[in-house]
């Protein structure tokens, strides 16, 4: 959840809300949204370093999957 968070907290409130009101209103299809609706998803997205964000789950999603041992 640390995680998470340190990324998470990237972006400024007003950017938060921003990107989860154009997700809510994407629906999980880019195609609701305008051009520039997608491109401020993207910027945001970018800002998130979500393939960092990635690499630091990937653990944490390894040991889960596997269970206790």
Do not use: F
């Amino acid at each position: 959840m640390i995680l998470t968070r340190e990324h998470w907290d990237k972006l400024t409130p007003g950017e938060r809300a921003h990107l989860a009101a154009l997700l809510r209103k994407s629906r999980a299809r880019p195609g609701n949204l305008t051009p520039g609706e997608r491109r401020d998803v993207r910027r945001l997205a970018a800002k998130l370093d979500l393939p960092a964000l990635g690499r630091n789950l990937a653990p944490l999603a390894r040991r889960l999957r596997l269970g206790p041992r």
